[in-house]
DNA sequence: TATTAAAATTAGGTTAGTCTAAATTATTGT
DNA sequence: ACAATAATTTAGACTAACCTAATTTTAATA
C-alpha cells in the first residue's frame, strides 16, 4: 500500500486525464503530462495494474480502480492543502505554488495533513479554486463554467481558474484577474473568439478565447 | 550543485559523526547510521570526493569539505526549523517530529525557508535544543555540559537532549523531564553512577548514567 | 481490401543505489 | 614479527525508472 513517488505521479497523471474527458488515459497522454518517453509508460503502467491501482488495456486506455482512486485523491487533497498554506501562511502568490506543492504532496503523515487542514481552517478550495477532498475523499462540487459559456451582459465572479502554470497566472495577474474578482462580459468577438470583459473599475480588456476558456465562474 | 536525496542523507551522516569525536567518519559507522551495508558506502564515498563534497582516505576517514559543509548546514537548518514548525504550528511533540522532518528537510525552496524562519520568529534553537543555523550557516553557541558533569548541589536547566529517538524522548516524557525544566543534582551513585536529581515541585528521580549524559544542562 | 500512419510494446541499455560473498588491506596482541 | 581480527574494497547481481531503436498491433484511408 505504499507508493514510490513515481507511483504516484502516474496515478496523479491518470486521474487528471480520466477527469477531463472521455475514456481513460492513453500511454501517449500519461508520457506527455510526465515529460517522458511514451515507451518508458508502459513498464509502469503494467506495475501499476498489477498492485491493481488501475485497470487497463488498450481500448480503453487506464483508468484508476476504487483502491487507485482513494490513493490518488488523498495525493490531490495533500497537494491542494500545501498550496493553500504556502498562501495563506507563507506569502506565496498563486504563481509560485505548484513547483513546491509537487514536493510537498509526497510528505507521509497523516497527523501533519490533518493539523494543517485545521490550521487553514477546513479549506474547500485552493488559491486557484480547485476543491479540496476532505478527510474522507469528498469533494466540493460547484456549478461554474468556463467564461465563453455566459451570456454578454452577464455579471460573473472568477472562482476557477484551469491552468495552474506560473506563465498562466502570471499573464492573469497582469490582466488584474484573480479569483473571487467581479467581472462582467461586454461581447465576443466574432473572428477569433475573443472576449472583452469589465473588471471593476469600468477596466476593460480582452481574453484571447485559449485563456477564456480556462477561466471558470460563476 | 544539485544533490539527491541519498547524497544529503550521507553528507549529514558524515557531519554528525565529525561532529561529535576525532577525526572523520569511517566507512562503517557511516553504514550504521545510514542502516546499510558498509560496501555499498564504498561506492557513494567515492563519488562524494568526485563531486568535492568531501575527503576522503583510509586513515582519516571522510571530512567534509568547505563545500560539502554548507550544503550540509543548510540541510540541518532545514531540518531543524520543520520540527520547530511541527512543534510550535502543529501541535506536534517533541518525540513526533524527527521522522516528519526527515523527509520535509529534503524540500527544495530557498523562498520556503526563508519564510518558515520568519513565521517561527527565526529561533535559535530547535525542540530539542540543537542549534539552527541561520541563512549564513552561523550556529549559536552554548557552554552546555552533560548532567554528569555538574557538581552535586547545582541548579540547572535543561538546555539540550543529545538523542532525538522517539523512544528516549518518550522516555523523558515520563520522567517530567523537558527542555528549560530547572533542576538540582542531588547526588551521583557510586555502584552505577546513577544521577539523582530533584525536579520542581520537589520530586526526585534517578537517571541511568546513560541517560544523564545524553542531557546537557547549563 | 491493402496500404499507410499512428500508437503501443518489446528489446536492449543506462544510472543510482542497494545487496552478498569474496578478497584485500590494516591493526593489534602476544 | 606474525597470526588473528577488523575494516575496507572489489566483484557480480538486483531493482526502479528511465532511454532509444526496432517491431508489432491497431486504426484510418485510398
Known sequence: MVLTITEENYLKAIFSLGCSGEGGANNQSIAEKLSINPASVTDMLRRLHEKKFIDYNRADGAKLTKE????????????????????????FSWSEVHEVAEQLEHIQSDKLLNELDKMLGYPKFDPHGDPIPDAQGKMPITKAKPLPDIEIGRKVRVVNVADNSPSFLKYLDKQEIGLNNILVVKEIQDFDKSVLVELKGKKEVFLSHEASKKIFVE
Open 68 to 91: 487507485g482512486l482513494k490513493l490518488t485523491i488523498k495525493t490531490v487533497r495533500k497537494h491542494r492543502l500545501w498550496e493553500t498554506f504556502l498562501v495563506e501562511k507563507m506569502n
